[in-house]
């Protein structure tokens, strides 16, 4: 860990990099499912969705039924989803291994920290709180915090502005293509996780540094910051 952060803000995306969301966003996309008597579908099945907001895992778990709605019964489905992750936002959902730790140590040598995501703000927040971890962050940015939201470097940028940081010193962390194309176009630094949702390697998608574990956060943070 550099000892002196003092200036750098560190923005985290949220489902897939933080928290391990997929128990709960995978409970309420099987719960609207029940609602039209289909079959649950594992959490690995959804996987590859998660990151692409709430709307795509409902139209995933519905193509893998074979099964189509119209748009009103779409947006019904869409209210329920969400009224009932509220409720469950936090039953299966877990910090990864080393998230608080790494977190109190950053703030310790200086930083602020930021979220970055496309789950709406509401919701991350209540998410965030619900596991302790609220307090830690500066500025929490949602998909509806700003007219714009990821890819569209304007959610980055407005994320480190909100928690009064500078986009010169900032690195954007995350699990996704989604992740790394904001930061690119943000002119921000990246690291990858690979432990998230993506459907294809993070590698791929070419971040500043990859980590397999948070334990390897810290030196990751000082190539890219170097």
């Known amino acids: 860990m550099p000892l002196d952060l003092t200036g750098t803000t560190i923005v985290f995306d949220l489902d897939g990099t933080l928290v391990d969301t997929a128990p709960d966003l995978a409970a309420a ?9 289909l079959s649950p579908i594992s959490v690995a099945e959804l996987h590859p969705f998660i990151g692409h907001g709430s709307k795509a895992m409902i139209d995933a778990g519905l193509r893998l039924h074979e099964a189509a709605v119209t748009a009103d019964e779409l947006t019904r489905l869409h209210d329920q989803f969400l009224a009932f992750y509220a409720d469950n936002v936090a039953v299966g959902s877990q ?19 930021a979220v970055c995501t ?28 700003f007219p714009v939201f990821k890819p569209a470097p304007g959610h980055l940028i407005g994320a480190i502005e909100m928690a009064g940081g500078h986009v010169r010193r900032a690195v954007m962390v995350g ?9 690119l176009a ?4 990246s690291i990858g996780v690979t432990f998230g949702y993506t459907p294809r390697p993070i590698a791929e998608f070419g971040p500043d540094a990859l980590i397999d574990h948070f334990r390897e956060f810290p030196a990751a943070l000082q190539r890219v910051l170097a």
């Open 175 to 183: 699990d996704s293509e989604v992740d790394i194309a904001t930061a």
């Open 29 to 37: 996309t099987n719960h609207v499912l029940s609602l039209l008597d």
């Open 95 to 113: 910090p990864f291994e080393g998230v608080p730790d790494l977190l109190d140590g950053l703030l310790a040598a200086g930083a602020r920290l």
């Open 186 to 189: 943000a002119k921000v630094p």
């Open 118 to 145: 496309n789950k709406v703000e509401r919701l991350s927040k209540l998410l965030l709180r619900e596991l302790a971890l609220e307090a830690k962050f500066a500025a929490v940015a949602g998909r509806d915090t």
